[in-house]
C-alpha cells in the first residue's frame, strides 16, 4: 500500500514538472514546445532529476539547421534564451519538490533536436 502512494506521488510529480517544462518551452524558449518531455526521478539519486525534450525545434529552426551556420545559430539562441530565463524553471521545480535546486544544466541536440535538462538539488546539509 505504502509503495503505491510513493509511486502515485511520483507519478504526479513527474506529470507537474512535465507541465512546468513545456510551460517554460511556449513562454522563453521561443513559443514553441517538444513533442515528447520525459522526467527521471532515480531513487537511488535523489539529489538529481533529468528531464528529455525531444522534437523542440518549430519549422523555420528546422529549416536553420540544415546549413552548418544554422546549426550553430540555432545552438548558441538556445543557450542563451536557456541561461537568460534557466532562475524561472528553477524555482517552479522548486516549488514542486519542495527542494531547493542547487543547478540546472542543460545541453540541446540541433541533430537530433532533443533537449536535456539535468536539476541538481541541494543537499540538505549544503548552505
Not at 528531464?51 to 545552438?75: D, M
Request: glycine share 4%; net charge negative.
Amino acid at each position: 500500500m505504502m509503495h503505491n502512494e510513493s509511486l502515485q506521488q511520483q507519478e504526479s510529480l513527474t506529470a507537474a514538472v512535465r507541465k512546468a517544462v513545456c510551460q517554460f518551452q511556449l513562454e522563453f524558449m521561443g513559443g514553441s514546445f517538444a513533442e515528447h518531455i520525459r522526467v527521471h526521478i532515480a531513487p537511488d539519486m535523489p539529489d538529481m532529476m533529468v528531464v528529455r525534450s525531444h522534437g523542440v525545434l518549430p519549422t523555420a529552426e528546422q529549416k536553420l539547421i540544415r546549413t552548418e551556420e544554422g546549426r550553430a545559430l540555432v545552438k548558441q539562441l538556445y543557450r542563451t534564451l536557456f541561461a537568460q530565463q534557466r532562475h524561472v524553471l528553477a524555482q517552479e521545480v522548486a516549488t514542486l519538490t519542495g527542494i531547493e535546486v542547487a543547478d540546472v544544466l542543460t545541453d540541446f541536440s540541433v541533430s537530433t533536436g532533443e533537449q536535456v535538462m539535468a536539476f541538481l538539488f541541494a543537499s540538505p546539509d549544503e548552505d
